[in-house]
Nanobody, 115 residues
């Protein structure tokens, strides 16, 4: 079965750290560019980080210097290490890739940062 499953979301205080994981199944994981998006309450889903098949990373400005994306091709996982979290980082975080020209999304994991 082709799917992405996120985990690691939590409720925590501002300034804290959290690592999200996304486990892929049903795809040749190492061949895919992997992305993290997030969707805050009442807002659209936005791109936040990407890691290519060769390990090149890209970030949206809002998370540069605080978040780090990484991947483990053997474990078929992509991670998002989040440091210095802020209340505005509160959102549902989604793992994403494009397979056969179609978006493949996980169901998301909730991150809530209190002030």
């Amino acid at each position: 079965q082709v799917q992405l499953v996120e985990s690691g979301g939590a409720l925590l205080q501002a300034g804290g750290s959290l690592r999200l994981s996304c486990t892929a199944s049903g795809i040749i994981f190492s061949a895919y560019v992997m992305n993290w998006y997030r969707q805050a309450p009442g807002k659209q889903r936005h791109f936040i980080a990407q890691i290519t098949t060769t390990g090149t990373t890209n970030y949206t400005d809002a998370v540069k210097g605080r978040f780090t994306i990484s991947r483990d091709n053997v474990a078929r996982k992509v991670y998002l290490q989040m440091n210095s979290l802020k209340p505005e980082d509160t959102a549902v975080y989604y793992c994403h890739t494009i397979r056969h020209s179609r978006d493949l999304w996980g169901r998301g994991t909730q991150v809530t940062v209190s002030s």
